[in-house]
């Protein structure tokens, strides 16, 4: 293997003064604001030509070693950073470092074209009543339904397949391989590869003489600026439609059921399962590996510690553990009070 | 988006006489047989020309304000439909509903062609030693290698990949992007988009050398009338093979071990994983993100709550809870047993 | 169906005199050592063409019925098998049985073309500026981006998706459907159907204001020998990489998360979440299901059992239960001690 292969490499550069403009941090007196910045990196592993940032004591060990070309710190740390590295004073160090790291990597921050290319590849399979806008993307491979709307800007991977009447607006990237149907997406959404949306949820009337399949006629609708794992899976409602709220971001292989109700700014860690008729509010964080019984409703705010099951409704704000879902306080309680017994036990 | 994107449109319509004939419900007296009915939903969202339906009492509350042309009700509610509504008395409302609507609306029961199209794409790619019944769909990018069977009425989605030797039965729908090798499917099947089956089974000679793969020559089996949810895995087994009886209906993201049977009219909602060589009898339920170790069997009609660990056998017919998965009055004396007991701790 | 459908025939047959040469196990002075075998299968389904084994003392009874032409067995068990088996002596009969089975059977050995064709289908898509290797097989509908380069005794799958500039080793099989983006794979590797490799991880800085997206400029290593199930995502790393080591295998529907680093020769069952920077050391062994919390550290060759939630470090060796993972001893004493409380108690 090539082990120096470089999959992302800068689109533009920067300086040092440029960087001080778009993150509103603060340079020393002394800064060289002509310097030139290409690349961002953790402090270990950073060079010369490297932001790196540091906003947490515990990592200030880090900056000793560090070859670093400059440095966001807070105020607090400010003064630990050598004096080879250019030293910028922020707020967020963190959030300074994301914004040049995405001006100077914007291929990464969604999947692009696998070909380089733009407008339809040969073997892309466009249905000819499809509305395709200028400046749209279709990889080699893709399939494109009857009546399919899809906005400018939009990336749809290779061997995507779009079905009938289905909408996309703008900005989005769909990747490879993935399949949506009885779906509306909005603006600036990215779906990862493999992700099925819109395929019928799972619902029967069940009698011993076997499970009789009851139509889904719902919908799914994924807001702005959400983002959705590989792999992962969404389906449509029965009558009303699965919803995930604008800048709500799930990871891979979350499978949200019919009906679902997912607010804004949501988190949704890799293998969560939401059953069918779940509602939950805004800013709610589920950790990975998190079940929600159907019909339960978890109140925005709240959080959920990963492998948790949730069996009843969860009020806004608080955080919750285990199996069955308790609080923070009952859920330690218990696990202390467990290992206790177990202590003064021997066993069978 | 157009928020009035309807994917799906009712393919005929029908009167309260022809549901009377269909469902054997039975109407008033002063019923308007004659009345059109094109839809159905349910009681909050439902208009004057949809069917709605009643079967429990906590739901009355909704009549009132509903708008439905008609309900279907027990006999225990009839009397609380509102007199603009035409009520029709059934023995199992639902069940009812479920036959009309399915009569209504059959392109929601199966995944369709995505290029609403019949025969074989132009740009699938299909082995000139298949054997393509006629009245098969094949949508665009699905391949179809050497020897492959697929009979009368089966649509194969686009980008989906059938391997050699493969049997599809009558009315399947293979959906998008599914793999299918060294399987034999029957008749009325549903694959959803993305499962994958037939791939070989997780089976190593292990040493301190490595993991060394053991062949796996067996098949899969998907016997009439079963449903896979989307992104499932299937693998084939390793002599004898994986099989998924008749009228089983599998949820998203399940994954199959080698060599599992299923018996008939199982259901394994989503996220299950059931390693190799486990065997559950007929009517079993698996509640979501169930794990049953290997080569573990589960009686008929048992039932497993989510997110349970079955490490042992389980009779028939009981249900059961938790990890390692016990009866339910177990179960519950042991959550209250250490609720108690966390409730006179102090945490750690 | 067709039951008779065999999907696997030997590729060559071999008679006991040669399987005694390839696995240096011991016949008995009067075995026919010409006699031919075409096949492997437990015990109970062998025919009398079929190698079969025995190392375990409680399938001795499947002996006295069995039709097989010969059968490895421990020097333990030999005294058991039936005279008219042909008996082999070997100290590990497991490890024989499988070095004969694929020798018989390699077309069972790895995902092979379905369309049973070598060199680049007509209708697979692959940039000009690809390098691909002589002896490599692409299926159709696969898209191979700009500059991918690929190796010789390579198949890439039908519909199967390969980004910008990844590279792919020798003797390695994609799987249909698999897309594979920002990643480099060593020699002998195998990806099943429907893998996702390479997207960017989940990594967001978070404010009330919502989500905003960090670049991921990572990528994916795959070593030498690792073999990957059906449907299983692997993020790539932020800045450093996320790792796969020699001759690890991974079952289906994983979830690694960015900057993982899993040893060698680990064995990861299906349904495993893995967050982000989690290490692992060689040889470990994760059950079903089981979750493991970022930035966690689990030591060689320890094992952590189905379903397990590991929420801090891992030390070497050691076998692990629960949620929280616990070692054996305390996990064992827990469940016993709750089972002795519970009987003690009512229910609420």
Known sequence: MRGGTVFFK???????????????????????????????????????????????????????????????????????????????RALDPFYAFVLVARQLFPDALRPMSVFETTGTAASAVVHPTALIAAGVTIDPGAVIGPRARIDTGTIIGANAVIGPDVEIGRNCSIGPGVTIV??????????????????????????PRGHLKVPQLGRVIIEDNVE?????????????????????????????????????????????????????????????????ADHLEIGGGATVAAKSGVTSNIPPGGKWFGYPARQAREYFRSLAALRRLAKATKPD
Request: hydrophobic share 40%; glycine share 14%; aromatic share 2%.
């Open 182 to 207: 009885c779906s509306l997406i909005g603006d600036e959404v990215i779906v990862h590869a493999g992700c099925r949306l819109g395929q019928d949820g799972f619902r029967f009337h069940s009698s």
């Open 10 to 88: 800068p689109a533009t550069q920067t300086t040092i003064g440029e960087i001080v403009a778009l993150t509103g941090s603060v340079p020393r007196a002394d800064a060289p604001l002509d310097r030139v910045i290409t690349g961002v990196a953790p402090l270990e592993r950073a060079t010369s030509s490297d932001l790196a940032f540091i906003s947490q004591a515990k990592y200030a060990k880090l900056l000793k070693s560090s070859r670093a070309g400059a440095c966001l710190a807070t105020e607090a740390l400010e003064h630990l950073v050598p004096g080879q590295i250019t030293v910028l």
């Open 228 to 292: 959705i794992g590989a792999g992962t899976t969404i389906d449509r409602g029965g009558s009303a439609d699965t919803i995930i709220g604008r800048g709500s971001k799930l990871d891979n292989l979350v499978q949200i059921g019919h009906h679902v109700s997912v607010g804004r700014n949501c988190v949704i860690v890799a293998q969560c399962g939401l059953a069918g008729s779940v509602v939950l509010g805004d800013h709610v964080v589920l950790g990975g590996q998190v079940g929600v």
